[in-house]
């Protein structure tokens, strides 16, 4: 499942990642594998947070709760507020509303 976690990272989603960006991820078990955190250690060098990082912080952090339970819930509250029709119209609703998220929004967070 790690070989299959860093392709995704790979070929999709690093790639729109903007320089110098910090990578967090949870402690899902592919996740933490080792093969995994030398492909981090190597690609975000000391800029990633999650099990066995550098900047590991603890579980339920005030810093990083918000994401998993205001961002995530208001993401999939208004994705799914009416009916998805096929994958592209999926991947546009998730675009469409994680734009719609202000820097202000998340302050206020």
């Known amino acids: 499942m790690s070989n299959i976690y860093i392709d995704m990272l790979q070929l999709y989603a690093v790639p729109q990642f903007p320089e ?9 078990p592919p996740h933490y594998g080792n093969m995994v955190h030398e492909f981090l250690d190597t690609t975000f060098a000391q800029r990633w947070i999650g099990r066995g990082a550098v900047m590991a912080w603890p579980p339920r952090s005030p810093d990083t709760t918000p994401l998993d339970f205001y961002l995530w819930g208001y993401v999939k509250q208004h994705v799914y ?11 546009q609703r998730i675009t469409d509303v994680i ?9 206020r967070v």
């Open 20 to 28: 110098g960006v910090i990578f967090q991820q949870d402690g899902a």
């Open 81 to 91: 507020s009416e009916r998805i029709n096929n994958i592209n119209n999926l991947k």
């Open 99 to 107: 734009h719609s998220v202000t820097p202000d929004v998340l302050t």
